[in-house]
């Protein structure tokens, strides 16, 4: 066999099985897009509810959802994302995603519910990678530390006051970890600011359109 | 195949040559997904469930893949599998798969999967190469379990954690013992201590019993002569 046809044997060999793999993986595609779909509008929904906790609202708030590229004026550098919620047209709350620059093991992204009055509703930690054992009970599912907040706002306690116990604030610090809960407390006074300032702007905006 | 060299081909796997514990191989997902029980269990399935349908595949397909295209045939039949399987993994276990991140897409990089197509899949018939994937893959989820439920449980004093992301129900959570566990353990350099603890048991395990062979037939050698 010449060298010519060797490789163009080659190349069909390859042309016929790369076109037998495409089907398998779009076979698959078909058969599963609508399933991943549903699980993923279900996830961001189920993620979302602990933060509004005793909040009457409708359904489907992965609707409202309003992206802020930076610079936005929230924390972290990269774009936060607020949903609006409301109940019937009355708006009751919104939902802040955003992240905690200077946590002890890279970002801390955060989801800060806060009602229409400027009272926090829940708080949540979406990703965070502090250690084992000690920063990460900011997570719910290892400790209540992020209850405290529920409740809480920007006049109980002071602005001033939004700290840890240690640097003369408010809040509960965790054993062994003191640099994970400032970072988080800080994310959450600062967006509690932001919010009273831009609330109108907030729910005026349009709905962002492109997909996460 | 005759029932002897089954049972050979499985024990290979699982035992003599695992793609773990003898050929070291595909150690990336092994050391960095063995956190728990749970999370070593779904790796180990979608590895097995890539693992056999592979060997499956590169086996039906050896007789028109020419020796110059063949690496990249093997990569493009392994890619296209695991996309498959994360697309079923999102699709039926979306929180095993979210727990297991990257190393789903990753099982693409694993060698021991293209190191059985090109030693065994290429050489051998489609059943053979079938029983093979599924004896490596065996071998490999079940090392993978091994190591995931001793870091669990010695690190975080808990078993079966995350059971809830296999059933997708929350009736059975896993069992916690003590809120602390030896934090090592969990962290990557445990995975190390882990795999390479698992590594000295199997050698010492077989030496001994080498050894415990070779009294013996000493020892008949000796009555009979």
Known sequence: MSNKTAIL??????????????????????????????????????SLQP???????????????????????????????????????????????????????????????????????????????????FGDKIDARKSNWVEQFASRSLQD???????????????????????TPRAVIKAIRDTLVYFEAHREDIFAAPASKDEP | MTQRRLRERLLAG???????????????????VTTTLVNGLG?????????????????????????????????????????????????WFPGLDRSLGIFIPLIVTNCAIVARAEVFAARNSVPASIIDGLSMGAGFALLLMVIGAFRE????????TGFDLLTGNDAFTGLSFADHGLLLLILPPGAFFSLALAVAAKNAYDRNRRRARNTGTTRSLRRSG
């Open chain 2, 153 to 160: 449980f010695a690190g975080q004093a808990s078993i079966l």
């Open chain 1, 9 to 46: 044997r080659s190349g069909a060999t390859l042309a016929v099985i790369a076109g037998v793999c495409t089907a398998l993986v779009a076979t698959t595609w078909h058969l599963t897009a609508d399933r991943i779909a549903a699980n993923d509008k279900a996830l961001l929904e189920q």
């Open chain 1, 51 to 133: 933060a509004l906790a005793n909040t009457f609202y409708d359904g489907s708030v992965s609707e409202s959802r309003l992206v802020l590229e930076p610079p936005h004026g929230l924390p972290g550098s990269d774009a936060a994302i607020i949903y609006r919620v409301y109940s019937g047209e009355q708006p009751v709350a919104a939902l802040f995603v955003v992240t905690a620059r200077d946590g002890f093991a890279g970002p801390i992204r955060i989801l800060l519910g806060v009602d229409i009055d400027g009272v926090v509703t829940g708080v949540r930690i979406l990703q965070h990678r502090e250690t084992p054992g």
């Open chain 1, 157 to 179: 306690p002071p602005v001033a006051r939004w700290k840890i116990h240690g640097d003369g604030g408010e809040f509960d610090q965790l054993t062994g970890a003191s640099v």
């Open chain 2, 43 to 91: 790796l180990g399935i979608a590895t097995l469930l890539v693992l056999t349908l592979s060997n499956g595949l590169v086996s039906a397909s050896r007789r028109w893949i020419r020796d110059e295209i063949r690496i990249p045939i093997y990569v493009l039949i392994i890619a296209s599998l695991v996309t498959c399987v994360e697309l079923i993994f999102k699709a």
């Open chain 2, 14 to 32: 699982i035992w003599y040559d695992n793609p773990g514990l003898v050929q070291l191989l595909g150690l990336c997902p092994l050391l960095a």
